[in-house]
C-alpha cells in the first residue's frame, strides 16, 4: 500500500469556479484520488480555498460585506459545489486559517535566517482614483516586449513573459480603469530567488516524471533568470508580516503576497485534517518523519505552474527544513468556451452551479475528463457536450444497462438466471476486455485522462458487442437455458462497468451497483477494490443473486435544450 497526496491548486475565493477551472485542476486531482484509492492506496486529497488579495477586498466591497464575512460565505458556497459535482476532498479548507498564518510566518522566518529575504525599498503603482497601490495583476497597459495591448502587470498573455508592472507602456488601474496612477516609494520583503537558480534547476532535473507542458513552462521561467520577488503587499486583508513573535516594524499595514502564503495551505490544510482524523500531518510532510515514502502529486492549470515548479520549491528548499516536495505535477492547458474565455460578466459560459441545474454532476464529469485539455487547449461547445453525452453516456453505457436489466426482467425474472456453458463468446470477450482494462488502468496511472475514458468507453462497447454478438433475445426463443449464460454475463458486465467507471463517473457507479443492492467502496483504504482479473469479474455474482430494475440512467440531450442553453450560457447559434 503506497500513501499518496494530493493536491489541487487552490480556487479562488472571489466566485463560484467556471467549468474550465473545475477541469483545470480539482477534478482531474479527484479522478485521480479516486482511482488510488480503489488501487487500495493511503491517500489524502487536500485542496482549500484561496482568501488573501486584492480581489477579495474588492468583491466584499461590492458585497457590502467585511472581507471576513464574505470570505466565510463564498468558502461555504464553494464547498457545496464541489460536494455536488463528486470531489471526494479528505479536507477541503482555507488559507486564512491560523495554521497557514502560523506556517507563512515561520517559513519568512527561517528564510530571512538563511539570508533569502531581505528589505528592498519598491516603487509600485498607485492609483489615485481608488486611492490604493494595485498589485501586479491589477496594472494593466501594453507590453515592453510584444506590444500586446492588455498585458498585465506580472505576465503578459501575449508573449508570456514575466513583466514589472512599472515596465507597461500606458498603464491604467484594473480596478476603476483610471489612468491616474503614478509610481511611488514603498518598502517590502523580497525572496532572494536569484540566489536558488542553480537549486531549482538541480531539483527540476530529478523530477522526470513531470509532463512535457509543466517541464517547459519551468525551464521557460529557468533560462530566462530567476527574479527576486516581493512576499509582502500593501494590504490590509491577509498574514500579518511577524519577526520573532511581533508585526515587523514598518510593516503595520502590510501583509505577506497571495503568491507566497496560497501554497503553504496545502501543508496546513494538511495539519488541520490530520488533527480531525487523528494522524500526524508530519508522515505526510516531512521527509524525516516517513514523508520520503509518500507519492505527492500535484494538479493545476498552465497558469499556475511556474509558482509550483519554481516559487513554492524556493520557499521549501531555501528553508533548509526537511520538507517534501513534488513527486509529480500534473498540469493543463486552458478548457476555452467557444474558443473563447468564460466570462460571468459578459454571460460567457457555465459555471459549476449552473451546470448541476439543468444535468447531473456526471454528464459534466465525463465530458471534461473525455475531452481533458491535456495536449493543449480545448474549446467548450454546447453541441459538442450535447453529442459527447448522447453518443457515450446514453447511446452506449445507458442503453446497455436498460437492455440487459429489462430483458431479463421479462424472461428470467428479476434474478440472474441459471444455465449455460462458458464458451467461445465468453473467452473472446474476457481476452478484449482483460487488455482495455489493464491499458485504462495504465493511463490512469500515467494520469492521462482522455486515453483512459478512451479505453473505459471502449469496454462499454465491447459490452454492446457482446449482446450484439451473442443475441441472447433471439437465443431464448430456441435455447433459453443458453442464452441465460449470456444474460448472467451481462449483467455481471454491469457490475464491472460500475467499479471502472467509478473514479469517472462516482454516481453513475453508485447506480449501476445499487441495481445488485451494493454500495460503492472506492473510498475505503487499504483493500484493493480494482478489477485485476476480467475473467473473475465476469462470473463474480452468483445464480440467483437479485436485482433490482433501475431508471434509465441517462436522458438524451435533445435540440430544444441547446438552443435554451445556447440563449442562456451565451453560445454560438447556428
Known amino acids: 500500500m503506497t500513501r499518496v497526496l494530493i493536491t489541487s491548486a487552490l480556487p479562488y475565493i472571489n466566485g463560484i469556479k467556471h467549468l474550465g477551472n473545475l477541469v483545470g485542476s480539482m477534478l482531474p486531482a479527484d479522478v485521480y484520488a479516486r482511482f488510488r484509492r480503489q488501487c487500495g492506496d493511503e491517500v489524502v486529497y487536500i485542496c482549500a480555498t484561496d482568501e488573501h488579495g486584492t480581489p477579495a477586498e474588492l468583491a466584499a466591497a461590492a458585497a457590502n460585506q467585511s472581507v471576513e464575512d464574505y470570505c466565510a460565505d463564498q468558502f461555504k ?97 484594473a480596478v476603476s480603469g483610471s489612468h491616474d496612477v503614478e509610481v511611488r516609494e514603498t518598502r517590502h520583503l523580497y525572496l532572494l530567488q536569484s540566489k536558488q537558480q542553480s537549486q531549482i534547476e538541480n531539483w527540476l532535473e530529478q523530477k522526470t516524471s513531470f509532463p512535457s507542458l509543466t517541464r517547459s513552462i519551468a525551464k521557460k521561467w529557468l533560462k530566462e533568470g530567476l527574479r527576486d520577488r516581493a512576499i509582502t503587499r500593501d494590504l490590509k486583508w491577509g498574514i500579518p508580516v511577524m519577526r520573532n513573535g511581533a508585526v515587523r516594524e514598518g510593516y503595520e499595514e502590510k501583509v505577506f503576497y497571495v503568491w507566497f502564503d496560497a501554497p503553504i495551505e496545502y501543508i496546513a490544510a494538511t495539519q488541520e485534517w490530520a ?67 468564460f466570462s460571468t460578466s459578459e454571460n460567457r459560459g457555465i459555471f459549476m452551479d449552473q451546470a448541476l441545474e439543468i444535468l447531473p454532476a456526471d454528464y459534466w464529469r465525463w465530458y471534461l475528463m473525455s475531452n481533458a485539455p491535456e495536449s493543449d487547449d480545448a474549446s467548450f461547445t454546447l453541441e459538442h457536450f450535447a453529442s459527447v453525452v448522447n453518443k457515450d453516456l446514453a447511446d452506449v453505457l445507458g442503453n446497455f444497462v436498460n437492455r440487459i436489466t429489462r430483458f431479463c426482467n421479462s424472461k428470467y425474472g428479476a434474478q440472474l438466471p441459471e444455465g449455460g456453458e462458458w464458451g467461445e463468446l465468453e473467452d473472446k470477450l474476457a481476452t478484449q476486455l482483460q487488455e482495455k482494462v489493464d491499458s485504462y488502468k495504465k493511463n490512469l496511472s500515467a494520469m492521462e485522462f482522455r486515453k483512459a475514458c478512451a479505453d473505459l468507453r471502449s469496454t462499454w462497447v465491447a459490452g454492446n458487442e457482446y449482446l450484439q454478438e451473442s443475441a441472447p433475445w433471439t437465443m431464448f426463443k430456441t435455447d433459453p437455458t443458453q442464452a441465460a449464460l449470456h444474460v448472467r454475463t451481462g449483467l455481471n458486465l454491469i ?62 440531450i435533445d435540440d430544444d435544450q441547446l438552443e435554451e442553453w445556447t440563449v442562456k450560457f451565451g453560445g454560438e447559434k447556428t
Not at 298 to 324: C, I, R, Y
Open 77 to 173: 458556497v464553494q464547498a457545496q459545489a464541489g460536494d455536488a459535482f463528486g470531489l471526494s476532498f479528505d479536507h477541503f479548507g482555507r488559507s486564512s486559517n491560523p495554521a497557514n498564518h502560523l506556517l507563512t510566518q515561520h517559513f519568512a522566518n527561517v528564510l530571512e535566517d538563511n539570508g533569502l529575504i531581505e528589505e528592498r525599498g519598491d516603487k509600485q503603482v498607485y492609483s489615485n482614483a481608488d486611492q490604493r497601490f494595485l498589485p501586479d495583476r491589477y496594472v494593466e497597459g501594453t507590453c515592453p516586449h510584444c506590444d500586446h495591448e492588455k498585458a498585465r502587470g506580472d505576465q503578459c498573455d501575449g508573449c508570456g513573459r514575466l513583466l514589472d508592472p512599472i515596465e507597461l507602456k500606458n498603464p491604467y488601474s
Open 495 to 556: 457490475r464491472l462497468f460500475a467499479q471502472l467507471s467509478a473514479p469517472i463517473i462516482p454516481f453513475t457507479a453508485e447506480k449501476m451497483l445499487a441495481v445488485f443492492g451494493e454500495k460503492s467502496e472506492s473510498g475505503k483504504v487499504g483493500e484493493n477494490l480494482w478489477p485485476d482479473d476480467v475473467k473473475s469479474a465476469l462470473t463474480a455474482m452468483a445464480v440467483g443473486r437479485d436485482f433490482h430494475l433501475p431508471e434509465v440512467m441517462f436522458t438524451k
Open 275 to 341: 488533527e480531525k482524523n487523528g494522524d500526524d500531518w508530519q508522515r505526510w510532510w516531512k521527509t524525516d518523519k516517513g514523508a520520503d515514502e509518500v507519492e505527492y502529486v500535484q494538479f493545476m492549470g498552465k497558469d499556475n505552474v511556474a509558482f509550483h515548479t519554481v516559487s513554492f520549491p524556493a520557499t521549501l528548499l531555501g528553508s533548509g527544513e526537511p520538507w517534501k516536495s513534488v513527486d509529480t505535477l500534473k498540469s493543463l492547458n486552458w478548457l476555452t468556451w467557444y474558443g473563447g474565455k
